[in-house]
């Protein structure tokens, strides 16, 4: 299934969505119509049980370029309510999302790629955060986030001069997964993709969501906290299943239930 737009196109193939910025002759800056479009994939992606992860990426050999600063100029804000900039940065999905960076990620373009679960660039990819370069302020999670991922130092680096560090260093930081050869993000996400859509689909958001819940819960509270997110995957059919595929050695099929 494709379904497209003037500033971006979502295709599913099979469990795996792909959702593709579509403004190459703009270093696909992010518009209005491209965040809705987005925002849409995010929110199908979520209730659709045949889906079961999704990559973001950028046509054209690179990612994205942040806001369209000409549309800006003209009031545009790229951003949808509820979702933030992009249609994800202040509500990312549920179910995973790997982003698939070539080129340049710079300012909400970075900003994406923090909202990302799991990130594959290419080795001349780019990232930054040069609001500050034009009296701005990375506030699409920027500021927020990327203190939470890298040392502060580096975090206030990259916020304060607003210069971009490259797939290499971002790798060092902890930033991304894998740095691949340049034309091939694409295909190393799809490849983690269905090493995920392998997996069963309940303990996969699970995992996610107490992955990310858990990083402001107390120590002392953190197995009860964990409980009522875990115990429902334990008895599900999908464990029940897991088992069963395991002592009959063959693969599993997942319900989702």
């Given at each position: 299934m494709t379904v497209r737009a003037d500033d971006a196109r979502v295709d599913i193939d099979g469990d795996v969505m792909i959702i593709t910025i579509n403004r190459p002759?703009?270093?696909?800056?992010?518009?209005?119509?491209?965040?809705?479009?987005?925002?849409?994939?995010?929110?199908?992606?979520?209730?659709?049980?045949?889906?079961?992860v999704a990559i973001l990426t950028g046509a054209g050999g690179t990612f994205c370029a942040g806001m369209d600063l000409k549309r800006f100029a003209a009031g545009e804000l790229p951003r949808v309510e509820g979702r933030g900039f992009g249609g994800l940065t202040e509500a990312p999905p549920a179910k995973p999302l790997i982003a698939a960076v070539e080129g340049?990620?710079?300012?909400?373009?970075?900003?994406?790629v923090l909202a990302a679960d799991l990130v594959v660039a290419g080795r001349s990819a780019k990232f930054g955060l040069p609001?500050?370069?034009?009296?701005?302020?990375?506030r699409g999670g920027?500021?927020?986030?990327?203190?939470?991922?890298?040392?502060?130092?580096?975090?206030?680096?990259l916020l304060m001069t607003g210069?971009?560090?490259?797939?290499?260093?971002?790798?060092?930081?902890?930033?991304?997964?894998?740095?691949?050869?340049?034309?091939?993000?694409l295909a190393g996400a799809r490849a983690m993709a269905a090493s995920i859509a392998a997996n069963a689909?309940?303990?996969?958001?699970?995992a996610k969501r107490i992955a990310l819940e858990s990083q402001d819960w107390p120590t002392t509270e953190m197995f009860q906290r964990q409980r009522p997110i875990?115990?429902?995957?334990?008895?599900?059919?999908?464990?029940?299943?897991?088992?069963?595929?395991?002592?009959?050695?063959?693969?599993?099929?997942?319900?989702g239930r």
């Open positions: 002759a703009q270093r696909n800056a992010m518009t209005q119509a491209a965040a809705r479009v987005i925002a849409r994939a995010l929110n199908e992606l979520d209730t659709n049980a045949q889906v079961a340049w990620a710079l300012g909400g373009g970075f900003e994406l609001e500050v370069k034009r009296g701005l302020l990375a920027g500021a927020v986030r990327l203190p939470r991922r890298v040392p502060r130092a580096i975090a206030l680096q210069d971009p560090i490259d797939a290499t260093e971002a790798r060092n930081f902890g930033l991304i997964n894998h740095v691949v050869d340049d034309g091939t993000a689909p309940l303990a996969v958001k699970a875990a115990d429902p995957v334990f008895a599900s059919r999908d464990a029940a299943e897991g088992a069963a595929a395991f002592a009959e050695k063959r693969a599993p099929v997942w319900t």
